[in-house]
């Protein structure tokens, strides 16, 4: 596959990951734990059936070779599946989106935590620019009554975190295993959540249907496409192409529901991207990642 190829599904990728937030704004009744269930009901086949496809039939042998840092990251994303839910449905979609971004860096600070990983000096100086929007964002959030939908969105990009260091950890090639032991877990969760807090899998077909379409359209078929474009583009381009998403999913909302933010939110959204996308042309300094054979 050539460089072009494999940036353009990724970039499709986040294109398609840009429609969850008008999505989850258009699911009407269920609660945060039922969208995390049907959610996870779409998402799982599509990706048993991918990880069967490009196994060669092997599907058990694929699943096993995550081993335990594969369960450990599945458990990360299932919670930063379920914060995400949360964030996009008690803050504003470009809220929700610019404090997910700041994954990456949460994920140095882990990596250096956990496994001893060198964190850069440029990443450190990003990190705390991030910081500075992050703040001005969620301070916002005290004065709007977001605080806990701001608070849900960077757990989730904590979460999301974990799972990216736990793949590290395994220097496992594919992540798609794991993705699918994600998507079981949110099951799981969302069943024991569910009478905890008064809430039912049962839902009016419209916000099933969506939900089960987010998981096995938007995020999955995403998924998909982001782990076979990610095999010839660099970990540092891939933050940046990324970005896509978090630019887009705020106009979707603002076109189809009129929904907007506020300055603030655009002020620390900018800081952030501002440090991300830093941090991430400065690693794309460094010797390119080869393709993944």
């Known amino acids: 596959m050539q460089y072009g190829t494999g940036a353009a599904l990724v970039v499709l990728a986040s294109v398609m990951w840009s ?5 989850i704004r258009n699911i009407h009744e269920a609660g945060t734990w039922a969208v995390l269930f049907w959610r996870s009901v779409g998402l799982v086949p599509v990706l048993l059936c991918f990880i069967a496809w490009r196994s060669g039939g092997h599907l058990l042998d694929s699943l096993r070779k995550v081993g335990w ?22 803050t504003t979609v470009a809220n929700a989106v610019f404090l997910f971004a700041a994954s990456p860096m949460l994920a140095a600070v882990l990596g250096w935590l956990v496994l001893g990983e060198k964190v850069r000096g440029a990443t450190w100086a990003s990190i705390a620019v991030a910081g500075l929007g992050m703040f001005v964002m969620v301070r916002e959030g005290l004065a709007t009554g977001a605080v806990t939908g701001n608070i849900a969105a960077i757990l989730s990009a904590l979460g999301f975190a974990a799972f990216t260091v736990a793949l590290r950890w395994s220097r496992a090639e ?23 807090q008064s809430e039912t899998l049962a839902a009016p077909l419209p916000d099933i249907l969506i939900a089960v379409a987010l998981g096995a359209c938007l995020l999955g078929t995403g998924l998909i496409l982001y782990t076979i474009g990610a095999r ?27 929904e907007t933010a506020t300055a603030n939110t655009f002020v620390g959204g900018a800081i952030l991207l501002v440090a991300i996308v830093g941090n991430a042309l400065s690693g794309a300094r460094r010797p390119a990642t080869p393709p993944i054979t």
């Open 232 to 258: 010839v583009v660099p970990a540092a381009e891939l933050t940046l192409l990324s970005m896509v998403e978090v630019m887009l999913a705020p106009v979707w909302v603002w076109l189809f529901l009129g």
């Open 174 to 196: 594919d992540t798609t295993p794991s993705i699918v032991i994600a998507g079981l877990f949110s099951m799981l969760i969302a069943i024991v959540m569910l009478p905890l």
């Open 69 to 90: 840092p594969g369960v450990v990251g599945g458990i990360g994303l299932a919670f930063a599946f379920a914060g995400a839910i949360f964030a996009l449905q008690n």
């Open 19 to 23: 429609f969850t937030g008008l999505a």
